[in-house]
Nanobody, 123 residues
Framework: VQLQASGGGVVQAGGSLTLSCGAS????????VGWFRQAPGKEREFVSA????????DYADSVKGRFTISRDNAKNTVYLQMNSLKPEDTAVYYC?????????????????WGQGTQVTVSS
């Protein structure tokens, strides 16, 4: 499977963005998908993950209640709806695929990564 993230941009604090992670390949529904982000000078951090059929989700504490992850396997796409954005959400956002069943926060578990999409939140 190959992944491509899109939907980033510049938004004011308090605004919203929806990121998309499109996948090629017929086995997309066999992968857990996660979103990670990396701000300048910082390590890559977990944001959210969703299980193969979307039954289980996980969120970092910093985004819980503001971000919502979902997936449409018929469209081979995972979404990250981001509301109430804060300047500290500014980062390059990456989506990644993991063939294991349960969502994981460990980036090592994810063997396939898409290119990042920049999200910039201005104050």
């Amino acid at each position: 499977v190959q992944l491509q993230a899109s939907g980033g941009g510049v938004v004011q604090a308090g605004g919203s963005l929806t990121l998309s992670c499109g996948a090629s390949g017929r086995t997309f529904s066999s992968y857990t998908v996660g979103w990670f982000r990396q701000a300048p000078g910082k390590e890559r951090e977990f944001v959210s993950a969703i299980s193969r059929r979307g039954r289980f989700t996980d969120y970092a504490d910093s985004v819980k209640g503001r971000f919502t992850i979902s997936r449409d396997n018929a469209k081979n796409t995972v979404y990250l709806q981001m509301n109430s954005l804060k300047p500290e959400d500014t980062a390059v956002y990456y989506c990644a695929a993991d063939p294991q069943a349960a969502p994981s926060r460990d980036p090592i578990r994810y063997g396939v990564w898409g290119q990042g999409t920049q999200v910039t939140v201005s104050s």
